[in-house]
Every structure is written in structure tokens, then in C-alpha cells.
């Protein structure tokens, strides 16, 4: 079964440095998808960062970018210079499956609360 | 388009109360998708439809709950005979179907469910 584990419940960070966010997954497809989000406390669902299962370039948005690592099965987050604005929560989630008429739920971790140091 | 529209942002509800909740999409988007999400946890899927048609339900998904697209666009999630424990956070999201280039989720703001 389909499965993502993020083993850090919190994480505290000083102001512009680097933090890196760990996410394992668990899947028996080969075609997957690996999404990073984040949650402030307004509740939204915001959107960082994909990676393809069959991408062999790690994803990079702006600050942020994705440590994929498939044999480990792991996609950590990496924030650098992190912005006090980053304080959040940070899930990380799994689709599997390709083609029109497959799959397309996203499977999410238990998400890792980041706090940011001024 | 402004995105994924929910409404209730809150609903307080007595126990054994129904609640509905709406859930507009992007127009363009085909597939919508509901979650629940529990304080301090992650989202858990309950159901999506493609168009009108519902492709998946959880076992999450009680006979007290049940969902519809009717046509296709907007999307109902009611909950019947509501219990304490039916309080969280309801998303909404929608994409494109996989396979589109542009695939990808949008959520919305929620819906915050108090069961008093």
C-alpha cells in the first residue's frame, strides 16, 4: 500500500539559512509523483515543488528543491535561506498511477511544522 | 478564474445535525477531489469525481457521508446524522485528468467543521 512517512513532527531553523525536510514514500507502481506543500495557519494548501518519478533531474522552484533519491524511496525538501514567512506547516504527498482514467489521489504525510528564528 | 472556491469557510453543527458543504472548482478543471483533515494531521483522502461521475470513495467515507457533481462542475459533500468526531478541516481540490501536461492540484481554503 501506498505510504508516506514524514518522521520530523517539528523543526526550528535560524532566519536565512537552510533547512531540509525529510519525506520516505512507499509505493509498487513505477510511475508515481512526489508533491511538496505548504499549510500556513489560514489553512490553505499551497503548492511548492513535483517531482516525477522518472525525472532524473532533481526539481527546483526558486528557494526550493527536491533531494530525490528512488533507490532510498525518499524526497526531501530543501528551503534555503529560509524567510520568516516560511513558518508553516510542510506536507509532503504521493500520487500514483499515469493515463487519463488512473489513479490521481494524493496520498499526504503527517507534515512537519518548520518554524523560522529571527 | 479565482481558483477553488468552499463554502462555509466554518460551520458549527449540533450532533445528529446534517451539514452540506460546496465545493467550486477551476472551470476548466475535470477532476475534483475531497479531504478531510484532522488537527495536526495530513489530509486524508475521501473521494473524487471525474466529471460527474465518482471514481473513488474511501473507506473513510461512511454511508452517512455522500458526495455529488451533478453536472460536472460544482460538488456537494453532506454529512448526515453528524458526531462529534466528524470535526475537521474539509478540502476541496481540482486538476486536470493525469496525462495532461498541465496536470496538477489546486486546493481551496476549506471548510471547518465544529460538531458541538
Known amino acids: 500500500a501506498q505510504k508516506i512517512t514524514q518522521t520530523q513532527p517539528g523543526m526550528f531553523v535560524q532566519e536565512k539559512e537552510a533547512v531540509t525536510l525529510d519525506c520516505t514514500y512507499d509505493t509498487s507502481d513505477q510511475s508515481y509523483g512526489l508533491f511538496w506543500y505548504k499549510q500556513p495557519s489560514s489553512g490553505e494548501m499551497i503548492f511548492l515543488i513535483y517531482?516525477?518519478?522518472?525525472?532524473?533531474q532533481n526539481a527546483t522552484e526558486g528557494r526550493y528543491s527536491l533531494n530525490f533519491q528512488k533507490a532510498r524511496k525518499s524526497a526531501n525538501l530543501v528551503i534555503s535561506a529560509s524567510q520568516l514567512g516560511d513558518s508553516a506547516m510542510y506536507f509532503c504527498a504521493m500520487r500514483e498511477g499515469r493515463g487519463y482514467n488512473q489513479g490521481g489521489k494524493l496520498i499526504f504525510g503527517q507534515g512537519t511544522e518548520l518554524s523560522v528564528k529571527p | 478564474d479565482t481558483g477553488v472556491s468552499q463554502d462555509p469557510r466554518h460551520k458549527i453543527t449540533k450532533r445528529g445535525q446534517n451539514v452540506t458543504f460546496r465545493c467550486d472548482p477551476i472551470?476548466?478543471?475535470?477532476?475534483l477531489y475531497w479531504y478531510r483533515q484532522t488537527l495536526g494531521q495530513g489530509p486524508e483522502f475521501l473521494t473524487y469525481f471525474q466529471n460527474e461521475a465518482q471514481l473513488e470513495k474511501s473507506r473513510l467515507l461512511s454511508d452517512r457521508f455522500s458526495a455529488e457533481r451533478p453536472k460536472g462542475s460544482f460538488s456537494t459533500l453532506e454529512i448526515q446524522r453528524t458526531e462529534q468526531g466528524d470535526s475537521a478541516m474539509y478540502l476541496c481540490a481540482s486538476s486536470l485528468a493525469l496525462g495532461h501536461p498541465n496536470y496538477g492540484y489546486t486546493f481551496g481554503s476549506g471548510t471547518r467543521l465544529t460538531v458541538v
Open positions: 472551470s476548466e478543471h475535470n477532476r
Open positions: 517531482q516525477g518519478s522518472y525525472d532524473e
